[in-house]
């Protein structure tokens, strides 16, 4: 068990439709990564939040926003779903800044029909 | 654009016998990272590699990194079957992004 937990484990929804991803990091850490994982663009880095403050952008998509609470935990949401947003997404967390000694949660099963 | 290449992408091996995965970037980075990931599973941390020749084994799993290069190996000696899963490397950018492999799925026969 890494310490990251994120909620759901799975979640089947429909096109045009708006999920939201939860992610609580490890017990210390300031930094959470969201990260997508599908088979035709393997693992594609998302958006990194530091102590609540957006730190880095990767290949996100626009329909696609995240934040991080006070609490330190973490949402994506992915809205107007398309088919190819399916994928596994994880969160990981880190306690400072870089990507050092990050771990990656269990991840959640995005299938859009 | 930082980019990182492993190959080979599927290897099926039988136990007992070694062999090497290769990782290759693109452009300068200060830090290699090595992970397994089980079928469905989340992604855990094997190796982090920060300098040029640095070398870390555990257990039947050695990598290396050769900064000069941009080259990290992952060699797996005298394979067994528990070792079977998807291993990617991963290269930090700059900005801390992590840039990812498409993954060397390792099959292993008894």
């Known amino acids: 068990d890494s310490g990251v937990t994120q909620t759901p484990k799975h979640l089947i929804t429909a096109t045009g439709q708006r999920v939201t991803l939860r992610c609580s990091p490890r017990s210390g850490d300031l930094s959470v990564y969201w990260y997508q994982q599908s088979l035709d663009q393997g693992l594609q880095f998302l958006i990194q939040?530091?102590?609540?403050?957006?730190?880095a952008k990767g290949n996100i998509l626009e329909r696609f926003s995240a934040q991080q609470f006070p609490d330190l935990h973490s949402e994506l949401n992915l809205s107007s779903l398309e088919l190819g947003d399916s994928a596994l997404y994880f969160c990981?967390?880190?306690?400072?800044?870089?990507?050092?000694?990050?771990?990656f949660g269990q991840g959640t099963r995005l299938t859009v029909v | 654009e930082l980019k990182v290449e492993q190959n080979p992408l599927f290897l099926s091996m039988q136990e007992g016998k070694n062999y090497t995965i290769y990782c290759n970037y693109s452009?300068?980075?200060?830090?290699l990272y090595w992970y397994r990931q089980d079928p469905g599973k989340s992604l855990e941390s094997l190796f982090v590699l920060l300098s040029n020749g640095a070398v870390k084994q555990e257990g039947r799993l050695m990598a290396s990194l050769d900064t000069k290069a941009r080259l990290s190996t992952l060699h797996i000696t005298a394979a067994v079957h528990d070792l079977s899963a998807t291993y990617f490397c991963?290269?930090?950018?700059?900005?801390?992004?992590?840039?990812w492999g498409a993954g060397t799925k390792l099959i292993i026969k008894p």
């Open positions: 990981a967390s880190s306690a400072g800044t870089g990507f050092a000694e990050a771990f």
């Open positions: 991963a290269v930090v950018r700059s900005n801390y992004q992590l840039i």
């Open positions: 939040y530091y102590n609540g403050e957006e730190r």
């Open positions: 452009t300068t980075s200060d830090r």
